[in-house]
């Protein structure tokens, strides 16, 4: 019988430790960095509250999460193997009668382990997530609603009212090239176009003032089929948010921020086979495919650490995150085609585990048979084959 609790088990378990929670916090920085420029234009130009900010990072965190952990149970195991092979202490366990199965157990916990913390933060983490920042983007949208207008986008966040600025001038918070078509009437379409405009709040009150200067208003009477232009030197607009927050309410949830109880009971009352109903089934399989990869990533990384015998860290880092990317792409396309029931959900969100664990378990088969992957020739040759179409396209 196989035991768990070993002295090499407990070492290998040890051993993965320290690389994972590097990995943990090295892809999390990646993932701030790309939020980090749109952070500080916050705090500096809009005075966001530094705490809000932190609560922001917070509440976002378990969505970036679910794809660091399998990522990074995946670089340790990888990165641990590595230096077992590269140590010559794979081959000392060899000649002590160790098997490469027996070498499984702490792998396989270690798996498991971050396989029950992703299914957690997908459950309980991603629900609680979502609910919180809607609320505290409320919360800021009423105190700094120009934080939500972007340059050259349509801004739809006030109802009947469509918004568009050409660009923002940080220094006085000034719009510049407004065009805004108002359809809160029933029967009237308004159009102003003006050079210059201005944005004026009352947070209490959830109301915005938008006053603009040296434009043109034009009118439509859809029914009566009539239109009338009138020229203005300053025109105000009152644009109240809370209406629109209290209809985006009135929506219910998103399939992001609902329990797994919730999201279960929205997929059997949903009235069509449409494409909400194959986004909330994707929704609920990516729940468990996800934390699933820590597993099918964790034993495709053990036999590659082993293979690459005389790899360098170096090495195994961008052999991880290639087979990973890969992984990512085969989620990417599945969920592509899962959304317009092209394929059914769950063969979208589920065929990269298949891959990724078949895969490993073949690696794991050859390996133990004492027969080479031939990664390391695999990667040369790929790299010789991209120099060549290199130097080609230079010599054309």
Not at 12 to 39: D, G, H, K, R
Not at 197 to 219: A, C, E, M, R, W
Not at 233 to 259: C, F, I, V, W
Not at 294 to 304: D, E, K, N, T, Y
């Amino acid at each position: 019988m196989m035991k768990i609790n070993t002295i090499i088990n407990r070492y290998i378990f040890m051993e993965m430790l320290a690389p994972f929670c590097l990995s943990v916090l090295f892809f999390t920085f990646v993932f701030l960095m790309a939020q980090m420029i749109e952070i500080a234009n916050w705090i500096v130009n809009y005075n966001i509250n530094i705490v809000d900010v932190l609560m922001m990072i917070i509440f976002t965190t378990p969505y970036f999460l679910i794809f660091i952990l399998p990522m990074s149970i995946m670089m340790s195991v990888l990165l641990t193997f590595l230096q077992l092979s590269g140590d010559n202490e794979i081959t000392a366990l060899k000649c002590g009668g160790h098997s490469i199965y027996g070498l499984l157990p702490p792998v396989i916990l270690f798996c498991l382990i971050g396989f029950c913390f992703t299914i957690f933060i997908t459950i309980y983490g991603m629900p609680w997530g979502s609910q919180a920042m809607k609320a505290l983007t409320y919360k800021v949208a009423s105190s700094n609603v120009d934080i939500g207008l972007k340059e050259r986008t349509f801004n739809d966040s006030f109802e009947g009212v469509m918004l568009y600025v050409n660009n923002i001038d940080i220094k006085d918070k000034s719009l510049i090239d407004v065009f805004i078509e108002d359809k809160r009437q029933k029967k009237i379409v308004t159009t102003v176009i003006a050079p210059r405009g201005k944005l004026f709040s009352q947070p209490d009150k959830f109301v915005f003032h938008l006053q603009l200067y040296n434009g043109t208003i034009y009118q439509m009477n859809r029914e009566d089929r009539i239109a009338n232009s009138i020229n203005f030197d300053t025109y105000n607009l009152s644009l109240d948010l809370q209406n629109s927050l209290l209809a985006e309410k009135e929506k219910g949830k998103h399939r992001t921020e609902m329990s797994l109880g919730e999201l279960k009971t929205y997929i059997h009352t949903y009235p069509t086979k449409d494409k909400g109903y194959y986004k909330a089934v994707m929704e609920l399989h990516r729940k468990f495919s996800l934390p699933f990869a820590c597993i099918a990533l964790g034993l495709l990384a053990m036999p590659l650490g082993v293979q690459s015998k005389s790899a360098k860290r170096s090495f195994g880092l961008i052999l991880g995150l290639f087979f990973f990317l890969l992984y990512y792409l085969l989620l990417s396309a599945g969920t592509v085609f899962g959304k317009t029931g092209t394929i059914p959900p769950e063969v979208g969100m589920w065929f990269p585990n298949f891959i990724m664990g078949s895969t490993g378990l073949y690696f794991l088969f050859r390996t133990v048979k004492e027969r080479p992957l031939q990664i390391n020739n695999m990667f040369m040759s790929l790299q010789r084959s991209l120099k060549n179409l290199v130097n080609r396209k230079r010599r054309s």
